[in-house]
């Protein structure tokens, strides 16, 4: 009889576990965006993101991101920034960290929003520049949204890059 009640209780805390554990490690996906093709509006923060990484085109007719994303030194990301138009900018460290979530598998971003991130990972994670140097002289930080951890490098290092512009 002991054994089967602690089986019972064995099985019910498995269960139970089970089910729960996707409620801790999932953000649910922010329904705030305002997505317009190529492009995704944060009201809240006041700002507008390019879905699709440096390098990738957004595809209307498919609707994803189409082509390879660039790895850019910084200096080269902030040009393709100013070639992108008026306004277009490297995100800051709090800026692009906003778009991180916590999921169970997968980019740690929302992929609804930013269906492309995968393909910037190239061997390392899928790391993006943002324009906030870090403690040591002539680096600067930048998130990696493989497994959502924010790190530093030397600005002639090749990474991708979303682009941020303010509302």
Request: proline share 5%; charged share 20%.
């Amino acid at each position: 009889m002991k054994r089967s009640i602690g089986y019972a209780l064995a099985t019910l805390s498995l269960a139970l576990h089970s089910s729960l554990t996707p409620a801790f490690c999932i953000q649910p996906t922010d329904n705030s965006w305002a997505i317009s093709a190529g492009e995704a509006t944060d009201p809240a923060k006041r700002l507008v993101w390019k879905r699709c990484a440096v390098g990738m085109e957004w595809n209307q007719r498919s609707g994803r991101c189409t082509g390879n994303p660039l790895g850019l030194s910084h200096d080269d990301a902030k040009k393709a920034a100013k070639r992108t138009g008026p306004g277009w900018r490297l995100p800051t460290a709090e800026e692009l960290g906003s778009l991180r979530r916590r999921t169970c598998s997968g980019p740690k971003i929302d992929a609804r929003v930013f269906p492309a991130v995968a393909a910037s990972d190239f061997g390392e994670g899928a790391n993006f520049w943002t324009a906030t140097a870090a403690e040591i002289p002539g680096t600067l930080y930048y998130v990696n949204f493989t497994d959502g951890s924010y790190d530093f490098h030397s600005a002639g290092f090749s990474l991708s890059i979303f682009l941020v512009k303010n509302l």
